[in-house]
């Protein structure tokens, strides 16, 4: 029973996720939707026996984290020639037609992301696998399954038993923006463009994250032995059928006049398509004409892209303005006469900082060159001299805050200046608070941006901690407010006292402790105290913490004012505990565990399922361990001293199998060999081993 309300789940969730997000026709609402996930998830959790690593619901992604394998293509992943000349172009199908004779073509939108390899066995998502150097690449498919119009399983069923499918991940404008605009208020640093944004992403360590970040996935081309189509065009109709977002804005071409009218159109109308493109790809249709012309070393024959030429505009400075973030960074801006470029109009360009400047030579009053290429803040990637004032001076950088007037300063590897100032300083206290207050912080409503400045001004807060000495009293009488807003600014400081560790982490403002990295801190360490006694070595082994990251961890507790802030947010009572760990089953209780060697999962994420599990995670090896978990490379000494001690040794497999199943690695089909059981690890799936890549069998 249970397990048919769970494979009729998966089927539903499976058919709306298609809906909405192949073919765009949601036909279920989304709290629908959200109430079979929720159910989905709580049956899958009560009965670990029916986990599929293709269910609907790895979707949501997991945030344990993930280490990459590396795969070898069974098909190389060649990249093409390209040109941006339609000349070269045309040289190009010439080229082809005297081997070939008069031929089709299909032209398609080069997409601008990243590109995957998709492999399906038997309907099934096996694996992901980057592009890397063409011949090998990271398997990613944890992160890859949570890419919604990735089907996980096939629609129909005359697909190849076995097949691979390429594509790009491509992070849509909305998402990118989006995510940007996040990184701003966290004091990241931004993604120059939505490649490297999905590229990024797609290499994330935990799948969560990129559950959430709104990346898609376009396919163009298959590869396998013996597929059973003759045209590329039929084969990506059958793709499509079987669940596969498929481009429709691609056409076949007759002739080159054909070819160019597509490119024509494109050129203009790619601006209104909502993820980015550089191009379109030319293909040959007949696979029989492809097999004729075959590859050179890097790229096939049958295939060119040309590029689109980032638009350009001529465009004068009227200013250069600097503005002061949160951190005290200081971003020069370049303020335009507006002119449209690629159907917007820019007003602003940013100079990212004075060597860039430096490097262009970039004076007030110039006329410069503005380019949207990928990125979506335009740039600025020249000057035209000629048009230069003769009586013009190179432009000095500012030495000091345009807004304190304190002594800008420069840290080691760091292109920005800083304004030191960090607690006299306007606009970096006012973002501060104002960071603090944010939903995904503090979350106290009723604050805005202006009211914050009001308090500023009026000497009501220095500090977040001043905050929580507001009376009622002292806010009333501000203009705008009145009694009734100051009661609910009081309230709302006053609920924020509930609000869990891991955002009030996050809203203290630490240089690049994003959301994510807050509640990694939370989660490993538990407490601020056990953050802010952390050495470095032991900052590093948090999740999606690195040293750069460390060292502003310990930088911030290292500053008397800021540990005077803590004190008083102590002592009005925020939450510097994480609330105690829900356990998945208490499989492990009362058992130690070490854990050695590479899985197909990271050894956090190892780790974390071992507590999970009501476990306890040992550093090393003693006699007080009840298990080792064993993967791949476990070092001899150690396995040596785990038999001495006469310790169980676990495979990968025996361990998942301790804890009912959940989470098993995707390709563990098979019983593990008692040979060789301590380094089995499941990932690599033989075939894709062994088999030496191949040149011809790209259709
Ligand atoms: S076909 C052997 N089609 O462009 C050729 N590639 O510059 C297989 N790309 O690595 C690729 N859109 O990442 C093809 N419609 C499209 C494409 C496309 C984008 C990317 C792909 C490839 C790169 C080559």
Redesign the pocket.
């Known amino acids: 029973m249970i397990r048919e309300r769970i494979e009729e789940l998966r089927r539903q969730l499976d058919l709306h996720n298609f809906k909405y997000y192949v073919e765009n026709a949601p036909e279920i609402s989304d709290f629908e939707f959200d109430t079979m996930m929720c159910e989905l998830q709580d049956l899958e959790r009560e009965h670990p026996e029916y986990a599929d690593p293709n269910s609907p619901s790895v979707r949501v992604g997991s945030d344990l984290t993930a280490e990459f394998a590396t795969v070898r293509h069974r098909y190389p992943?060649?990249?093409?020639g390209?040109t941006y000349s339609l000349e070269e172009l045309h040289e190009f199908i010439e080229r082809i037609e005297r081997e070939a004779g008069q031929t089709d073509y299909v032209c398609?939108?080069?997409?601008?992301?990243?590109?995957i390899s998709l492999t399906y066995e038997n309907g099934c998502l096996l694996r992901a696998v980057t592009?890397g150097d063409g011949v090998a690449g990271d398997d990613v498919t944890a992160n890859v399954r949570t890419v919604r119009s990735v089907p996980l399983r096939l629609r129909g069923n005359d697909w190849p038993p076995y097949f691979e499918i390429?594509?790009?991940i491509l992070m849509p404008y909305a998402s990118f923006d989006r995510l940007n605009a996040e990184r701003e208020a966290n004091g990241e640093a931004l993604f120059a463009n939505p490649r490297n944004a999905a590229a990024g992403t797609l290499k994330q360590q935990a799948s969560a994250v990129v559950a959430r970040r709104g990346l898609d996935c376009?396919l163009?081309?298959l590869a396998g032995d013996n597929l059973p189509f003759k045209t590329h065009w039929e084969s990506l109709q059958k793709a499509r059928e079987w669940g596969f977002k498929v481009?429709d804005r691609?056409r076949i071409c007759h002739s080159v006049p054909e070819i160019d009218d597509f490119i024509r159109y494109w050129d203009t109308a790619r601006h209104e398509l909502p993820f980015p493109?550089d191009g379109v790809?030319i293909?040959v249709n007949d696979f029989a004409v492809r097999r004729q012309l075959g590859f050179t070393a890097k790229?096939?024959k049958w295939?060119v892209?040309y590029k689109f030429k980032a638009e350009q505009a001529l465009t004068r400075i009227d200013s250069i303005s600097f503005q002061v973030g949160r951190t005290g960074a200081i971003t020069p801006v370049a303020n335009l006469e507006p002119v449209l470029l690629a159907g917007t109009t820019v007003r602003r360009a940013t100079l990212h900082n004075a060597e860039q400047m430096a490097l262009l030579d970039i004076r007030p009053g110039d006329w410069v060159y503005v380019e949207k290429g990928g990125e979506i803040i335009p740039k600025i990637t020249g000057v035209d001299l000629s048009q230069r004032p003769a009586d013009s001076l190179p432009f000095s950088y500012i030495t000091h805050c345009p807004e304190c007037g304190t002594p800008l300063v420069r840290y080691e590897g760091e292109a920005k200046h800083y304004c030191p100032n960090q607690s006299g300083c306007r606009p970096q206290i006012i973002g501060r608070i104002i960071h603090f207050i944010r939903r995904k912080a503090l979350d106290i409503e009723g604050l805005g941006e202006e009211t914050v400045e009001l308090l500023y001004d009026n000497s009501l807060v220095r500090t977040v901690a001043d905050l929580y000495d507001l009376r009622a009293e002292q806010l009333s009488p501000l203009p705008r407010l009145g009694e009734k807003s100051a009661e609910n600014i009081i309230r709302s400081i006053e609920h924020s006292k509930e609000v869990p560790f891991a955002r009030v982490l996050f809203g203290l403002g630490i240089r690049f402790v994003g959301e994510t990295t807050a509640k990694y801190l939370a989660e490993h360490f538990r407490t601020l105290d056990a953050v802010m006694q952390a050495t470095r070595e032991e900052l590093v082994e948090a999740d999606e913490v690195g040293e750069r990251i460390a060292d502003a961890i310990r930088e911030y507790f290292a500053d008397e004012t800021n540990l005077d802030i803590i004190r008083r947010l102590r002592a009005a009572g925020l939450q510097f505990e994480a609330a105690a760990r829900e356990l998945a089953s208490e499989a492990l209780a009362g058992k130690s565990f070490v854990v050695s060697g590479r899985f197909s999962r990271s050894r956090d994420e190892m780790k974390a399922l071992i507590e999970a599990h009501g476990g306890k995670n040992l550093a090393a090896v003693s006699g007080s361990v009840d298990y080792i978990v064993a993967g791949e490379k476990m070092g001899p000494a150690k396995l040596k001293k785990a038999e001495k001690l006469g310790i169980r040794i676990l495979s990968e497999e025996e361990f998942f199998r301790m804890i009912g199943g959940s989470g098993a690695p995707a390709a563990a089909e098979e019983e593990p060999d008692p040979e060789t059981a301590a380094t089995q690890t499941g990932t690599p799936v033989p075939k894709a081993e062994e088999a030496e890549p191949r040149q011809g069998e790209?259709f």
Do not use: C, H, I
Not at 77 to 80: A, H, I, K, V
Not at 108 to 115: N, Q, R, V
């Open positions: 992943m060649l990249s093409l390209n398609e939108l080069k997409f601008d992301g990243t590109a592009r390429r594509g790009e376009t163009y081309q481009s691609m493109t790809v293909k790229a096939p295939a892209a790209l």
